[in-house]
């Protein structure tokens, strides 16, 4: 499966921004599917994560502000950003993990990555 982020941008803090994951190839209902971001200079942490039974599971500095979803008519997995902070400013990845009975938070175990959206949130 190819994945396309897209939906990155500047922003003002307080302010919100939606991402988008994009698949070709496969549904992305076969895949527990996650978002990343990567600062520079820091490795790349978890954010949140929608299981192929609809669960869903956050970084704990992002709950309560950043809800990930999917839909299936478009083949996508979403990530609503609201209230957003300086510290939110990475590159934001989506990705899908293969196989287990829950997403994972360890970037090594997604087999796919999508190419990576800047955001930016100025103070």
């Known amino acids: 499966v190819q994945l396309q982020a897209s939906g990155g941008g500047l922003v003002q803090a307080g302010g919100s921004l939606r991402l988008s994951c994009a698949a070709s190839?496969?549904?992305?209902?076969?895949?527990?599917m996650a978002w990343f971001r990567q600062a520079p200079g820091k490795e790349r942490e978890f954010v949140a994560a929608?299981?192929?039974?609809?669960?869903?599971y956050y970084a704990d500095s992002v709950k309560g502000r950043f809800t990930i979803g999917r839909d299936s008519a478009k083949n996508t997995v979403d990530l609503q950003m609201n209230s957003l902070k300086p510290e939110d400013t990475a590159v934001y990845y989506c990705?899908?993990?293969?196989?287990?009975?829950?997403?994972?938070?360890?970037?090594?175990?997604?087999?796919?990555w999508g190419q990576g959206t800047q955001v930016t949130v100025s103070s």
């Open positions: 990705a899908a993990q293969i196989s287990g009975s829950r997403p994972s938070t360890q970037p090594y175990i997604y087999a796919y």
């Open positions: 929608h299981s192929w039974g609809d669960d869903t």
């Open positions: 190839g496969r549904t992305l209902s076969l895949y527990h």
